[in-house]
Nanobody, 115 residues
Framework: QVQLVESGGGLVQAGGSLRLACAAS????????MAWYRRAPGKQRELVAT???????YYTDSVKGRFTISRDNAQNTVYLQMNSLKPEDTAVYYC?????????WGQGTQVTVSS
């Protein structure tokens, strides 16, 4: 069993910053890629950023240059630093981890950006 617990969401004004964290615990031997997804109201879930165990990263175009994904392999934690936030970044953000080929999800954390 794998547990992912997100933290760091909240309400921020446009132009502000937030840092999300996701801690993985349980049977996490063989944890590979970790990622952040988001689901905005009325929209489908979308991939925001990914990071492999080796540190390779991917960002969706809309967040490039503003968001940074990082991970602490010793702590089994992935972070998402979000700068220059925009109202369109408002969404529930979900942590995802691939462990021995299986996907696991966190419960989500709300990020609201006011204009």
């Amino acid at each position: 069993q794998v547990q992912l617990v997100e933290s760091g969401g909240g309400l921020v004004q446009a132009g502000g910053s937030l840092r999300l964290a996701c801690a993985a615990s349980g049977s996490i031997f063989g944890i590979n890629a970790m990622a952040w997804y988001r689901r905005a109201p009325g929209k489908q879930r979308e991939l925001v950023a990914t990071i492999t165990s080796g540190g390779s990263t991917y960002y969706t175009d809309s967040v490039k240059g503003r968001f940074t994904i990082s991970r602490d392999n010793a702590q089994n934690t992935v972070y998402l630093q979000m700068n220059s936030l925009k109202p369109e970044d408002t969404a529930v953000y979900y942590c995802n981890a691939i462990v021995r080929g299986n996907p696991y999800w966190g419960q989500g954390t709300q990020v609201t950006v006011s204009s």
